[in-house]
């Protein structure tokens, strides 16, 4: 039990793309997308850069917190949709806003903000950060095939921060999980030009650099895993899911979401649901629904807050926080 958040703020593209849109040059329509996801329309990158959403969720987090960028001890981001293989778009982010501190990223893929916090936590607890900004960037129409009616339509383009300072009662529990397979959702690097590279191009065969899934394994996965990620931090808290003021879960489709619900007997009016204007916009999800929370002052002093992340990996982040922003 090392931080606590004191201040949040994201970036979404200017553009958002409706399902009928979507339907003008693709095979799917607006009920498929609907009732099979729960999405309506998701931001998409046009003129900004993903660059500018990092920066800008940052600068509204440092503002939000009451905090300089010079007063930063380090910044994480989270992506697996950077525009750059090098140097990390923390280094981008550390440069836009004038900071100085160290900076690198973390890609747990959708569960990369649960990753950070885990990360944050050590350095904390090491007494090595005062001050830690996390910033979840991703912009996932660039790993889209558009042409691919089962994967561009479920993904948007935003960032979301939150400034993280030393003292306070979270992480009340964080626990981060890998079962190890790189097949099931996967997106291969762009190949080289080595002449003695004798797998790198066939190895990306039919699948380009495109992202690749098997939806309906990552669905099962997704829906055995909250709701046993969560008895297990029931169990091991002692805090009962009914005490939980706020859930906020990683918004890859409403129906995982739903089952979670259902499953746990949870009280669907604590679970923030930003699927159906954000779509997944992986790692970003949980801080955006976050700073939603926080800006709609739905968040008060001493809440619980559970976060659940799960994907490509595969991979889970489960965390308790406690909500104390005015803890200096
Ligand atoms: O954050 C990363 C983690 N990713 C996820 O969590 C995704 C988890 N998986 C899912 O959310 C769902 O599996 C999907 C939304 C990806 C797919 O939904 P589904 O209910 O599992 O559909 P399906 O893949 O079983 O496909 C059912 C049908 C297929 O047609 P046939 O074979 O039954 O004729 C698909 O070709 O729906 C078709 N289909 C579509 N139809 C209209 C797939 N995409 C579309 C579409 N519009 N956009």
Known sequence: MSFHIMGTGSALPRRSVTNDELSAFLETDDEWITTRTGIKSRPVCTTETLDDLAAEAARRALEAAGVTAAELDYIICT?????????????????????????????????????????????????????????????MSRMADWTDRAICVLFGDGAAATVLGRGGDSPLYLRTTTEGDADVIHSWAPAGNSPFDEV?????????????MRGREVFKFAVTHIVSELQLMEKRTGVALSDVDHFVFHQANKRIIDAGVERLGLDPSRVIVTIDHTANVSSACIPLSLDTLARDDALKPGDLVALFGFGSGLVTGTCLLRWQPALA
């Open 79 to 139: 992506t697996c949709s950077a525009e750059r293989v090098t140097p990390a778009e923390a280094c981008v982010v550390q440069q836009a806003i004038g900071a100085t501190c160290p900076a690198f990223d973390v890609n747990g893929a959708c569960a990369g903000y649960v990753f950070a916090l885990d990360v944050a936590d050590g350095l904390f607890c090491a007494g090595r950060a005062e001050r830690i900004l996390v910033v979840s960037a991703e912009k």
């Open 200 to 212: 790198g191009a066939a190895r990306l065969g039919e699948d380009g650099t495109f992202m690749q």
